[in-house]
């Protein structure tokens, strides 16, 4: 049965979030150092987090991991540790952001003990990340070009034919030429979830795609 939503207020001031979890993620970096194809560092805002992670709260928990592809200072990454109790991994191309979320982690785990042991970063290119049998669901902000996700997508496909479970790929904000391709490559259609302008805008969702063992 899924847990009732609405336990965590939908609204949340971003630096009352960012104190209780010990982080700093709130700045925008807008200068990309390694290349055009990966986008500027920007956080998903905390009331968004609470609105797509309301829709995975029967998908979710302690068993699983949660890899963040562009996860930046990981600000996703701590959310989702500390509400579920899961491993999460978080794959960063830059160097000097990786060593930001290597900060904040080391500053969440005062906050929360033990908890560096379920919070992996690795600096590295997405589409080098060999996907894990253990990784069960993937995080994407439009964090680089549709090339580059076409590879990381292929990875996971074969991650899911090796090792044989069901999977999903939850999409913030994604472009259509995003949607056509998990279209393409056969994924299905499993939640969306509405962010708090979805009213006013309707590209203000995270789209959660199903693959694999159904």
Request: charged residues 35%; hydrophobic residues 30%; negative net charge.
């Amino acid at each position: 049965m899924r847990k009732k939503k609405g336990q965590t207020p939908k609204y949340f001031e971003n630096d009352k979030y960012e104190h209780f979890l010990g982080i700093e993620s709130t700045e925008i970096v807008y200068n990309n150092r390694y290349n055009d194809d990966y986008y500027r560092y920007e956080p998903t805002s905390y009331s968004g987090l609470i609105c797509a992670f309301d829709e995975m709260e029967d998908v979710l928990s302690k068993y699983d991991r949660l890899v963040d592809f562009g996860c930046g200072k990981g600000r996703v990454l701590f959310y989702v540790n500390q509400r579920f109790q899961c491993e999460v991994c978080g794959i960063e191309v830059d160097e000097k952001l990786y060593e930001q979320a290597l900060d904040n982690r080391a500053y969440f785990n005062t906050r929360f003990r033990g908890s560096s042991e379920k919070i992996e970063i690795i600096n590295g290119k997405a589409e080098e990340y060999e996907i894990r049998p253990e990784d069960s669901v993937f995080y994407f902000f439009n964090p680089f070009e549709i090339n580059i996700f076409e590879k990381v997508i292929d990875n996971l496909i074969r991650s899911v034919e090796k090792h044989p479970r069901r999977v999903f790929v939850m999409m913030y904000y994604p472009k259509e030429e995003y949607r056509l391709h998990m279209k393409k490559k056969h994924f299905k259609f499993y939640r969306l979830a509405k962010l708090p302008a979805y009213d006013m805008d309707w590209d203000e969702k995270v789209v959660i795609y199903e693959y694999g063992l159904f």
